[in-house]
């Protein structure tokens, strides 16, 4: 017998993989686990018929002959992995789009896409297989959505794009897909919600602001990933932790969002037998020790946060200063003679205030022009610390509309980054 697979907690990218790899593999079964998410739950209970599938109790599972596994790759995330995962005669096949994992399939396709969908479509499109029906196109367009925030996560690529477009010309419907995805927000999910954010904890690690939510969960606890999202945009931090305790069942799952160019949640959770994409993910752990949620976050990411980008690595040095009594005249032509926007300047080596273009347009009475820039400076600085992240320095300038900030270290000038310069790491305009 052939069967299809997929991760447990199947969201759409999952499910649209399933039935995208049956189009393949017309003969094969699908097998869903158990735990399905909320949206797919209800999704399947009005599609049943259009998408028939088994789980692992209606199947003697020795009777597996071929394994196809969809959106994963790691056998802790497959339901009956206990018998399936030591079988030597099991012939395997993966298609996955996350970090390579420990089930050992030939073939085995497995690239960074934004759904795992994407590869299987272009396999479908590849063989040349018959047309998908609107309902097909439709849900795996769902499958697509999800898994890349309707192609605007940055994991999206343009084969994602492109499977999209080729979806839509088979008829998959925009309307119905919102439908889909529309997550059911329940009174136990905003109860949660509400509680994380009364109590919630805060740390500053690796130059990131972390907010960590702790809360005591009994048995199944459905959308928690939902809550997590809605916990994420409503705290603002740079990541977002959630902890969910189950004491009855000694287990723990951990939650994790992250805004693009911070913590790579993915890797972090990838320690702790988890996993996921540098913006989300998460991990169940099996042993709890009623340690400290904080430190054991800060840990955590102490651990696994990639060592970010910092401003010392941006920066420009050595900077061109003016210092109080410098004419506004002086100043201008250093300006045009440097090819720079914006001045520090200094008194007694210290950064006392930022002359910038904007505020010679207010000294254009020549007479003007012979005053001292302390005259027309500004003189709150704001200015950042050499071992920032890079996402501090473009929080700080868009909140206080500012093209540069002078980085400062005990008290000293080191350097100054400008808005130009974070435009070019965002854009991976680094120079060779
Ligand atoms: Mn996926």
Redesign the pocket.
């Known amino acids: 017998m052939e069967v299809i697979t997929t991760h447990r907690n199947v969201?759409f990218?999952?499910l649209a993989?399933v039935f995208a790899a049956k189009v393949l593999f017309p003969n094969a079964v699908a097998m869903l686990p158990q735990s399905l998410n909320s949206n797919v739950r209800s999704f399947l209970s009005l599609h049943k018929d259009h998408f028939p599938f088994v789980t692992v109790k209606d199947l003697d599972l020795n009777d597996i002959r071929r394994l196809i596994v969809v959106?994963a790759g790691q056998w802790s995330r497959i339901e009956g992995r206990e018998s399936l995962s030591e079988r030597k005669d099991l012939e395997l096949f993966v298609i996955d789009?996350?970090a390579p994992g420990d089930i050992r399939a030939d073939p085995l396709i497995c690239r960074p896409v934004g759904?795992?969908?994407t590869l299987i479509l272009n396999k479908v499109r590849e063989e040349g297989s018959p047309p998908l029906s609107p309902i097909q196109a439709t849900l795996f367009i769902s499958?697509i959505y999800e898994?890349t925030g309707n192609l605007t996560f940055p994991s999206t690529t343009a084969e994602d794009a492109r499977a999209v477009a080729f979806l839509l010309d088979q008829g998959a419907d925009l309307n119905l897909v919102r439908d889909h995805l529309r997550s059911a927000y329940n009174p136990a999910q905003k109860e949660i919600l509400f509680d994380m954010l009364r109590d919630e904890r805060r740390i500053s690690q690796n130059g990131y602001d972390v907010c960590i939510g702790y809360r005591r969960i009994e048995g199944h606890a459905p959308g928690l990933s939902l809550v997590m999202d809605m916990y994420h945009d409503m705290n603002g931090a740079d990541a977002t932790f959630g902890i969910f305790v189950d004491p009855g069942r000694a287990q723990v799952i951990v939650i994790g969002r992250s805004r693009p160019n911070t913590l790579d949640i993915g890797a972090i959770m990838k320690n702790f037998g988890g996993g996921g994409h540098p913006n989300a993910g998460s991990a169940l752990l099996k042993s709890w020790t009623e340690q400290d949620p904080v430190q054991w976050i800060t840990d955590l990411v102490k651990a696994g946060g990639k060592s970010p980008v910092q401003i010392a690595d941006l920066m420009s040095f050595p900077v061109t200063t003016v210092t109080t009594g410098t004419s506004m005249k002086d100043a201008a032509l250093l300006l045009r003679e440097k090819g720079c926007t914006g001045l520090p300047v200094e008194e007694y080596g210290k950064v006392v205030g930022i002359i910038s273009r904007r505020d010679f347009r207010k000294a254009r009475k020549a007479a003007q022009m012979k005053s001292p820039v302390s005259a027309f400076m500004s003189s709150k600085v704001v200015h950042i610390r050499p071992d920032s992240p890079i996402g501090h320095a473009v929080s700080l300038m868009v909140n206080h509309d500012i093209g540069r900030l002078p980085v400062i270290q005990d008290g000293k000038l080191i350097g100054i980054i400008t808005r130009s310069d974070a435009m070019r790491y965002f854009y991976d305009l680094m120079p060779e």
Do not use: I, K, W
Request: a negative charge; glycine letters at 8%; proline letters at 0%.
């Open positions: 969201d990218d999952a993989s959106d789009h996350h759904a795992a969908v499958g898994d």
